[in-house]
């Protein structure tokens, strides 16, 4: 069970490192229009996993409220939904494809705030991967080992992209691509040690843990419309991005329902 637990928190940092291992072998830089639908796809994963393997599994864990079953999850996912707004408003970061940075004024480099604004928005994810592995080490949430690494997998898959989309820019601004690899890798590093934490305080969550696993849920809804939206939405032909937002939906939505 143990191995499992490992195996599960380190699957999405793990889609991120290879994903920045693009960098390696790849010699120009990330094409705009692959970008567009490589976005578009995350944003696809992301959305149904919040949808399937975070709201949904909230909602049934509260049914016996009746016809408030619905609460814990609205309450969680607008948590969620504030506290990636404050951490917006506390962190200096960059956007890609940005020249005017969010957060309090800073006089940190344009490469550190470009990982910054991956990391801040990767945290949630790791803890979403230690909610549901939490419940399912409880047996009390009705979590299953196979729904925990769909869950997991699920984020992998879309970490796999967003690594490359960290990595790849920041050769084009200059950087070797041993760092643009590091720095690329370095910002999904936050994935595990979120899911850890969230693990370790595994006896106190169980009553919370619809609320916690609709706070997930929020929170990369909020970074699939304040950010990954907007990205693949971009210059022309950006209707790409929509049809990989539409692939990457379904291929999280099948994987959910076969492996959940």
Known sequence: MRTQVFFGILIPFLGTMFGSACVLFMKRKLNPMLQRALTGFAAGVMVAAAIFSLLVPAMEQSQEKGQWAFLPAVVGFWFGILFLLVL????PHLHMNSTKAEG????????TMLVLAVTLHNFPEGMAVGVVYAGWLLGKAGIGAMGAFTLALGIAIQNFPEGAIISMPLRAEGISRRKAFFYGTLSGAVEPVGAVLTILAAGFIVPFLPYLLSFAAGAMIYV????????????????????????GFTVMM???VALG
């Not at 917006?88 to 962190?91: E, I, K, Q, S, T």
């Not at 309090?104 to 490469?111: G, M």
């Not at 693949?232 to 937002?245: C, D, I, K, P, R």
């Open 104 to 111: 309090p004024k800073s006089s940190l480099q344009k490469t």
């Open 254 to 256: 099948a994987l959910d």
């Open 224 to 247: 699939v419309v304040e950010e990954l939206i907007p990205e693949m939405s971009e210059g022309n032909h950006s209707n790409l991005g929509t049809v990989l937002f539409a692939a």
């Open 88 to 91: 917006d408003r506390l962190v």
